[in-house]
T-cell receptor, first 114, second 114 residues
Framework: KQEVTQIPAALSVPEGENLVLNCSFT??????LQWFRQDPGKGLTSLLL?????REQTSGRLNASLDKSSGRSTLYIAASQPGDSATYLC?????????????FGTGTLLAVQP | NAGVTQTPKFRILKIGQSMTLQCTQD?????MYWYRQDPGMGLKLIYY???????DKGEVPNGYNVSRSTTEDFPLRLELAAPSQTSVYFC?????????????FGSGTRLTVV
């Protein structure tokens, strides 16, 4: 059974700092991995989608990497801003069974202090 | 382009009452999903559908029912509300189940059962 873990559960950094969020998964047989952002009381906004054959994806100040063999992904945020404060969730889509299901981690709550 | 629309945004139910959470998408996506999010627990899949007329159970289907009569709509029905169903419910959709498409989420329905 696929399990997705995110460390740390919460993170507080001063504005301008570069930071890394971690996501690990137990089964490397995945189609893709997706990073989401969730603002309080809001839905999920997709940030980056990495296919299983890819090593990384970039969008603006965000860079996500994927090491499928070790079951790890990182989300790198450069020059953090207070507007980056949110919960960040990673989710993997597995290969077997009902292949369309996303398995989510519990998220990292990020606070960027001005 | 509205994306995925969920109604209502908030609802308080008494134990034993019934209600339907509505979800509509206008992107002509084949796949639709219902998730629930409990505090600190990540998102759990309740039901999903791969097309009109086809539905299947996810990880936590007990106490819920779904139907998919059209491509656009995927309502979630709670027949006898219980306090354990207090949660935030998210509907999502994706074009296909293959690796190259991400998910689009609605803004959620916050349900409290008292």
């Amino acid at each position: 059974k696929q399990e997705v873990t995110q460390i740390p559960a919460a993170l507080s950094v001063p504005e301008g700092e570069n930071l890394v969020l971690n996501c690990s998964f137990t089964d490397s047989a995945i189609y893709n991995l997706q990073w989401f952002r969730q603002d309080p009381g809001k839905g999920l906004t997709s940030l980056l989608l990495i296919q299983s054959s890819q090593r990384e994806q970039t969008s603006g100040r965000l860079n996500a990497s994927l090491d499928k063999s070790s079951g790890r992904s990182t989300l790198y945020i450069a020059a953090s801003q207070p507007g980056d404060s949110a919960t960040y969730l990673c989710a993997v889509k597995g290969l077997g069974g009902a292949t369309n299901k996303l398995i989510f981690g519990t998220g990292t709550l990020l606070a960027v202090q001005p | 382009n509205a994306g995925v629309t969920q109604t209502p945004k908030f609802r308080i139910l008494k134990i034993g009452q019934s209600m339907t959470l509505q979800c509509t998408q206008d992107m002509n996506h084949n796949y639709m999903y219902w998730y629930r999010q409990d505090p600190g627990m990540g998102l759990k899949l309740i039901y999903y559908s791969v097309g009109a007329g086809i539905t299947d159970k996810g990880e936590v289907p007990n106490g819920y029912n779904v139907s998919r009569s059209t491509t656009e709509d995927f309502p979630l029905r709670l027949e006898l509300a219980a306090p354990s169903q207090t949660s935030v419910y998210f509907c999502a959709s994706s074009p296909k189940g293959t690796a190259y498409y991400g998910y689009t989420f609605g803004s959620g329905t916050r349900l409290t059962v008292v």
